[in-house]
């Protein structure tokens, strides 16, 4: 005989599954948006209710896990990250915080260890002066070791002079012979950098796996490409997932194929299997180094209009062949001149194949972050998933910031959320990590409070966008990922809250949308100054992270 409110076929112990029942919290739960408790069923969710009909379920048998207040909500999905980067960012020298090249040769000047010295995170844009240090300046500081200090983009790095005649840069694209490199010259470093041992790369792997998960990620998509790290990379997070207690890897792959046959050949040769030929398949570079392609001069920059890696031809190649065999093809896009390659491509692939075609493949772009209404309205047509990132208009986006030194009064268009999501344009929200930290509700913030305030959101719609649009965006096939009912998975996290309560984006949203009998869920409060604290995470049942206080 079934306990009461426990759906049939559910058996509340075995042998072989663990059942776990959290109470006297709070459960982001369509089933029931007043739920107090969840029960866990080995992988599976089992069933969610009220704290009543917890007492009568809970037996002896059962793992009972008290919330004390706590909100227990879907994990996150970042849908666009970087492990190996990632990595290497927390474990080399963090140069987010200087403010001078004086500060950051003194940042390399103090580094540890032996070897390369490789830190991330300078932003010229938020210094007083923003000259760079020569590279003769660069390897006095490193007193000879290679250095490799990437842009907080990642689209341009400082080199020392070794590390140049290392990486054989003498005479390619984007060395001058100073310190900072960029397009090829970029490229030809970092990998010059990255040529270090398997046992190297696995920890550097599973440092920014643990740090997702002691935030609240459950998945992450890799977005590996021959111009970042190379197959061995690929593959070395794909197979985290075949080892279980990290977040779920969801690997993409960004080469560029011209026609069905190669694309297939490129499959074929990975040695794993991915969710797509996508990703940092790079159409233009980055607004911060100014490599993103734009249809009008850099403000700061007159005659510069970044930079175009692929043709219009380039890509409807690569878009014809990945929906004729049904696979997902992306690239990486940012100015509004590289998206007219992406729309024009689209077009000249749906004349060849169909615009069925092109539609069922479930394409997806990478940051779009210059995109008018009429960009906006063919994406749409198309179908296209936009993977965006809020940290980027949290970091560049107020009055002074790098989009008004970059795009002047262009930069009131960026990020154009609220526009993506009127027009029926699915998005998904990552954090393109390295670049901006691996902090979900930061990114949720950032969503409300938006520089432009016509483009702000819900807190709602951005989590949904962090969580089960994550899922959509990776074409999953389980429609219950990202949620919490019974039968979903088990994929979710707990966190310490301050408060709870329903946010929209301005007083503009209808007043019902706030009152408890609209029974929407309730979300941690965004403007209290402080991100909840991640005490849990779950991933199909496997406990990923716990902090210390949550079993006390």
Known sequence: MNQPGVPAGHHSTTEDRKVTMYRNGSIYTAADPFATAMVVDGDTVAWVGSEQAATSIADSNMEIIDLRGALLAPGFVDSHAHLTETGLALSGVDLSTVRSAKELLDAVATAGGNGTIVGHGWDETAWNDSSLPTIEELDRAGAGRQVYLSRIDVHSALVSSSLAAAAGLKGVDGFSGGARVVRAAHTAARLTVRQFPEAVRRGLQERALKEAASHGYVALAEMSA????????????????????????????????????????????????????????????????????????????????????????????????????????????????????????????????GEQRIRAAGHRLEHVELADQSAIDKLAKYSITVSVQPGFDAAWGAPGGLYEQRLGDRSKAMNPFASFYASGVPIAFGSDSPVTPLRPWTSVRACLEHSNPEQRISARAAFLGHTRAGWRAAKSRNPLMGQLVPGAPASFAVWEVEELMVQVADSRVQSWSTDPRARTPLLPALDTGNDPRCLQTVREGQELFAHESLRV
């Open 226 to 353: 021959p111009h970042i790290c190379g197959p061995d990379d690929l593959r070395l997070a794909a197979s985290w997932n075949s080892l279980g207690g990290s977040p779920e890897v969801l690997p993409y792959w960004g080469e560029l194929a011209s026609s069905v046959e190669h694309a297939g050949n490129i499959l074929g040769g990975l040695g794993t299997k991915v969710l797509g030929l996508a990703g940092d398949l790079n159409v233009d570079g980055s607004l911060g180094s100014r490599t993103a392609a734009l249809l009008d001069d850099y403000s700061d920059a007159p005659g510069n209009r970044g930079s175009l890696y692929l043709s219009v031809d380039d890509a409807a190649r690569h878009l014809a062949a990945t929906s004729q065999l049904g696979v997902q093809a992306g690239f990486h896009v940012i100015g509004d001149a590289g998206l007219a390659v992406v729309l024009e491509a689209l077009d000249v692939a749906a004349a060849e194949v």
